[in-house]
């Protein structure tokens, strides 16, 4: 046989029994470099690796494909693969036995998967491993192991990631550093190492201390691809560098309170306080009794650098709010808690005479105006305002309201910043007293108002008409300064002698009406009328003799009672 034949006949032989030395994967292109041939797929339809790679590749590059793992033994076929490119995929899984069969891989690109972890103890398998790239990726963590198995790296590139804190001792267990770190004698050639951990969240507390000290001191071979590593939080470290921050050592939290045992008036709205002084910023909460039936807003805010304030507000305080408040706080380094006491009382009740006996006018820091802003069908909204308060952005208020014969009244507290209150549920045909008065004021008469209800509710309500209210102060005068007197039309003959230097001395129309002969919503009411409101002793419906003018004096205009509002 002719020598060239047989040659030929050898060569398909061979290339039968190892058809992947010389063929290509299906969609995917194969070349022939300087360092060996080459499989290039780039196709959107791949969805794993391969299982007919040939085994003479050198370098493998797959890209913007739908890879979603590297399951074990991927590429055990291609044992001399050198350059494993796997880039822009969608890769969240890789086996920890991935690598196996790659003893002579040098270069391993991961950028811009989705992996959130990656099993370091694979490397073991790949001891020529140079180059290892996973910047835009989405790893959170770095065990203190992970750069162990990496001897020979000259090139790790974490940039772009999701880390917030990793210990100094990722690094000081990485054979690269600690051949720098070698004393002087044992002479050794070191490669440089470059080092990308740029653009990642940091989170500069106690936690990151020990790598921030490595950061500032790290030096060749070890050389930083972008040393200018900034902090994402807390807010006060926000944007600055890591040269920039001094962080201290972690601690236990510590709680404490102003105030461990309150005793507080019914309706009063309470705002419980503790502090914790901690590092890193502890988790904060708050148990009580009645947690799982009244969840109250809480709120927990830094005021320094390692000190939280944690609020607890129970607004409008009930008896059954009594009990013990217990703060919480924890951090990895243990917790802490501290205990309030709280007692509900009696609440506070207005000791004011029942007569309309004329009171002192009020100190200046305690005027206070007040009228009717809204009638509805069920009730109404008053608007009060401090005239002469010192600090009227930090002034409680006192709102008293019940019966006009009522001994005692119910107390609603006011907060600062708030000057209006609706008094809802009335009954019909009652006659109500409402007072206002600064925090710890005893209500004095002028900064009162006194109404009744009209009887008809039910046609009202089908009406939809305002509910029938009569404000009987004299001359319908709502906004009420200090130490005015107010009339009303059952008053008794001792209030009545007081009457006329407090009303009006001059009256529009013809007859006055007789209390009880019509009732008419406030908008109703003739404009000046004081018809049933000033009345004199004698008999019903009387007409009251004018008033004397004095010489020279001049009348004041007319106001309509809608003017007063």
């Known amino acids: 046989m002719d020598p060239m034949?047989?040659?030929?006949?050898?060569?398909?032989?061979?290339?039968?029994?190892?058809?992947?030395?010389?063929?290509?994967?299906t969609g995917c292109s194969c070349s022939q470099n300087s360092f060996g041939r080459s499989l290039l797929c780039m196709s959107a339809l791949l969805r794993q690796i391969p299982a007919n790679i040939p085994?003479?590749?050198?370098?493998?590059?797959?890209?913007?494909?739908?890879?979603?793992?590297?399951?074990?033994g991927s590429f055990e076929n291609v044992s001399a693969l050198e350059y494993l490119w796997l880039n822009f995929n969608n890769i969240t899984v890789m086996h920890i036995k991935s690598l196996e069969y790659l003893p002579a891989l040098k270069e391993l690109r991961?950028?811009?998967?989705?992996?959130?972890?990656?099993?370091?103890?694979?490397?073991?398998?790949?001891?020529?491993?140079?180059?290892?790239?996973?910047?835009?990726?989405?790893?959170?963590?770095?065990?203190?192991?992970?750069?162990?198995?990496?001897?020979?790296?000259?090139?790790?590139?974490?940039?772009?990631?999701?880390?917030?804190?990793?210990?100094?001792?990722v690094f000081y267990s990485w054979p690269v550093y600690q051949r720098s770190q070698r004393v002087e004698g044992q002479v050794e050639a070191i490669s440089n190492a470059v080092l990308a951990l740029h653009d990642n969240p940091w989170i500069c507390d106690c936690r990151l201390r020990g790598f921030v000290q490595f950061i500032k001191s790290v030096g060749p071979p070890i050389i930083l691809m972008n040393s200018y590593l900034t902090c994402s939080s807390p807010k006060f470290r926000a944007g600055k560098f890591f040269h920039e921050v001094e962080l201290k050592?972690?601690?236990?939290?510590?709680?404490?309170?102003?105030?461990?045992?309150?005793?507080?008036?019914?309706?009063?709205?309470?705002?419980?306080?503790?502090?914790?002084?901690?590092?890193?910023?502890?988790?904060?909460?708050?148990?009580?009794?009645?947690?799982?039936?009244?969840?109250?807003?809480?709120?927990?805010?830094?005021?320094?650098?390692?000190?939280?304030?944690?609020?607890?507000?129970?607004?409008?305080?009930?008896?059954?709010?009594?009990?013990?408040?217990?703060?919480?706080?924890?951090?990895?380094?243990?917790?802490?808690?501290?205990?309030?006491?709280?007692?509900?009382?009696a609440p506070w009740v207005s000791t004011t005479p029942a007569d309309w006996a004329p009171v002192a006018p009020a100190e200046p820091g305690a005027h206070v105006e007040v009228r009717i802003t809204k009638q509805t069908v069920y009730g109404i909204t008053l608007e009060w305002f401090a005239a002469a308060a010192a600090e009227p952005g930090e002034t409680w208020y006192t709102l008293l309201v019940g019966r006009y014969d009522a001994v005692q009244k119910d107390a609603i507290y006011i907060g600062p910043g708030v000057n209006t209150y609706s008094v809802t549920d009335l009954l019909p045909a009652t006659k109500y007293e409402v007072?206002?008065?600064?925090?710890?004021?005893?209500?004095?008469?002028?900064q009162c108002v006194v109404f009744v209800t009209g009887s008809d509710v039910s046609q009202l309500e089908q009406r939809e008409k305002l509910i029938h209210i009569i404000v009987i102060v004299c001359a319908m005068v709502l906004a009420v300064p200090a130490g005015m007197y107010a009339?009303?039309?059952?008053?008794?003959?001792?209030?009545?002698?007081?009457?006329?230097?407090?009303?009006?001395?001059?009256?529009?129309?013809?007859?006055?009406?007789?209390?009880?002969?019509?009732?008419?919503?406030?908008?109703?009411?003739?404009?000046?009328?004081?018809?049933?409101?000033?009345?004199?002793e004698g008999g019903r419906g009387a007409r009251r003799p004018p008033a004397r003018e004095e010489p020279g004096k001049t009348r004041p205009p007319h106001r309509n009672s809608a003017d007063l509002y």
């Not at 030929?8 to 058809?19: E, G, R, T």
């Not at 309470?270 to 807003?297: D, E, G, H, I």
């Not at 009339?487 to 001792?494: D, Q, V």
């Open 110 to 169: 991961l950028q811009g998967n989705k992996l959130s972890s990656v099993p370091w103890t694979a490397f073991q398998d790949t001891p020529a491993l140079k180059i290892l790239d996973l910047k835009h990726n989405r790893l959170d963590v770095l065990p203190e192991h992970a750069l162990r198995y990496l001897p020979n790296l000259t090139y790790l590139d974490l940039s772009s990631n999701q880390l917030t804190i990793i210990s100094r001792d």
């Open 487 to 536: 009339c009303t039309a059952e008053a008794r003959p001792g209030c009545l002698a007081r009457c006329p230097g407090a009303c009006p001395r001059r009256r529009r129309g013809g007859q006055a009406q007789t209390a009880g002969s019509k009732e008419s919503t406030l908008d109703s009411l003739p404009g000046g009328s004081e018809d049933g409101l000033c009345r004199p």
């Open 5 to 25: 034949c047989h040659i030929f006949l050898l060569l398909l032989a061979f290339h039968k029994i190892n058809p992947s030395v010389s063929s290509c994967v």
């Open 435 to 446: 007072c206002v008065a600064v925090r710890n004021q005893a209500p004095r008469k002028g």
């Open 55 to 72: 085994q003479d590749i050198r370098k493998i590059r797959i890209e913007n494909s739908h890879l979603t793992e590297l399951p074990r």
């Open 249 to 345: 050592s972690c601690m236990k939290p510590l709680t404490s309170a102003l105030d461990t045992n309150l005793t507080v008036p019914v309706g009063l709205n309470v705002t419980l306080t503790c502090f914790v002084q901690a590092s890193p910023s502890p988790a904060v909460w708050w148990t009580y009794a009645l947690k799982l039936l009244r969840a109250f807003n809480v709120s927990t805010e830094p005021i320094s650098e390692e000190t939280v304030r944690s609020e607890l507000l129970i607004p409008v305080a009930r008896p059954l709010d009594a009990g013990n408040y217990t703060c919480m706080a924890a951090n990895f380094l243990g917790n802490s808690s501290v205990t309030i006491t709280l007692h509900v009382g």
